[in-house]
DNA sequence: AATTTCGTCAACCGCTTTTTG
DNA sequence: TCAAAAAGCGGTTGACGAAAT
């Protein structure tokens, strides 16, 4: 479906349509292009558009050429919503040939500690890139250093894996982050830390290097910030990182034998207020709660003198509900508010949820899951997650318990799929 | 207008894990 | 079973544009 801009764009803009997803945007730093004002507008519509490149007029005169060629988010900030913001890219136009590779070369030069004249480094150019990707789209995946040598780059198999990943591939959405995928990274990441490609896999087109490079330049900035009012003794011991966590929960299952279980708890109810509530900012609710201790680590909350661990999920992810507009495998924002606060407790001796039925659930609701030493199994309560019986593994020791299983129904959340379709 | 500072992000590096022969 | 190669991952760098001074 083609969306006319003109509707979309605050300002007035010369008509012209755009058909997404627009995939590519060109590296920045790209040579300043000389400007004519004649440029027009015109916005692919193909999916092979990594082949070619746009530029974009705006009949807004608050858009100075100059910023045509700056990245997508500055022109979108200026002049898109936030989702036509998600698809729009634009290059720098050419000046890219000749130039731009003697510029790569250079690069390429400084940058070869091993004096390998061969393969090239630095930034991808234009040929380089269709190269790749007509590669790619005949042939598919297959060896990288195979792809490299049988596309003709001059580049190892790892840099093209990377650019294929980053860039290339047809099925990434690039732009900015929605607020709900501000969300569900923050979530993810309090859950698995810097675990990047596990945050991205749940993420439907966006890449791990993507997510890092916004967790450490907004998200990071944006929790330090709101850490500055509050004071560290607010919160509980912020030691352990995630991954400790899951690392002791392992090392449980290695057998202290005898002990009655797991000793961590987290007292996350102040963490997931943020949730409750999917049209507030969730940066100003964590405004409340987060210190810049829990910057580097995640767990802010999370409090080993206690017998029970508590996660607290959104809704979407503790107990998706089923629509016809996807598979039951994953959660599903449905009709159900997002932010709705729901938990799951594990303590060292209970074993069956206090688990409602899965319609008409109401907050602060409670599944449990046994966990218990060496011989002990993760028990799948009522219908703990909803769907699909993720925990359903006979004789599952502690040991084999990961956050795979807990974070399953995360792995996709259509509603972030923005679609102007 | 010039300079400095800041924020972003593509790409590299080095290490670990997985796969292959 | 083992070694080498490939793939995967996360941390880091540095170029660039924008914003601030």
């Known amino acids: 479906m083609e969306v006319p801009l003109q509707s979309v764009f605050h300002s007035t803009y010369q008509p012209t349509y755009i058909t997404p997803p627009l995939l590519y945007s060109y590296p920045k730093q790209s040579p300043q292009p000389h400007l004519h004002h004649h440029t027009t507008i015109t916005i692919s519509s193909s999916l092979h558009l990594p082949l070619s490149y746009h530029l974009i007029k705006p009949s807004s005169p608050s858009l100075s050429p100059s910023s045509l060629y700056t990245s997508p988010l500055s022109i979108s900030n200026h002049l898109l919503g936030s989702h036509i913001r998600s698809s729009i890219h634009m290059r720098k136009p050419d000046l890219m040939g000749k ?12 940058n070869n500690k091993n004096n390998n004249n061969k393969l090239r480094k630095g930034l991808w150019s234009p040929e ?10 005949r042939n598919g995946q297959g060896c990288w250093s195979d792809i490299a040598r049988n596309a003709g780059l001059q580049r190892c198999g790892k840099s093209c894996r990377l650019r294929w990943i980053n860039y290339l ?55 330090k910030n709101s850490s500055q009012t509050h004071s560290p003794n607010d919160y509980h011991d912020s030691s352990l990182e995630p991954r400790d966590v899951v690392d002791k929960i392992n090392a449980m299952g290695m057998g202290v034998g005898g002990s009655s279980g797991m000793l961590l708890s987290m007292h996350e109810h102040e963490m997931m207020n943020m949730y409750m509530d999917s049209s507030s900012s969730s940066f100003s609710s964590m405004n409340t709660m987060l210190t810049s201790n829990q910057l580097d680590n995640p767990f802010p909350l999370l409090d080993n003198r206690h017998d029970q661990m508590v996660f607290s999920l959104p809704t979407c992810m503790a107990k998706p509900e089923m ?14 508010k997002m932010g709705v606060e729901r938990e799951i407790s594990i303590p060292g001796s209970q074993s069956n949820s206090t688990t409602e039925e899965n319609n008409g659930a109401t907050q602060n609701e409670y599944y449990t899951i046994e966990m218990k030493n060496n011989n002990s199994k993760v028990e799948e309560s009522d219908n703990i997650f909803g769907v699909g019986n993720h925990w359903q593994g006979e004789n599952m020791g502690i040991g084999e318990w990961d956050l795979e299983g807990l974070l399953e129904n995360v792995s996709s959340f259509p509603f972030l799929d923005f679609q102007l379709q």
């Open 128 to 137: 380089e890139d269709e190269k790749l990707m007509s590669y790619m789209l």
């Open 99 to 110: 130039d731009r590779v003697l510029i790569n070369n250079n690069i390429a030069n400084n």
């Open 323 to 336: 629509t016809d507009e996807f598979d039951g495998r994953y959660g599903v924002m449905g009709g159900g």
């Open 169 to 223: 591939r047809p099925d990434l959405k690039r732009g900015a982050f929605s607020p709900q995928e501000e969300e569900l990274i923050i979530h993810l990441h309090s859950i698995l830390g810097n675990r990047w490609s596990q945050i991205a896999a749940r993420l439907p087109g966006r890449t791990d290097n993507e997510i890092k490079n916004f967790w450490n330049s907004t998200i990071k900035k944006r929790l």
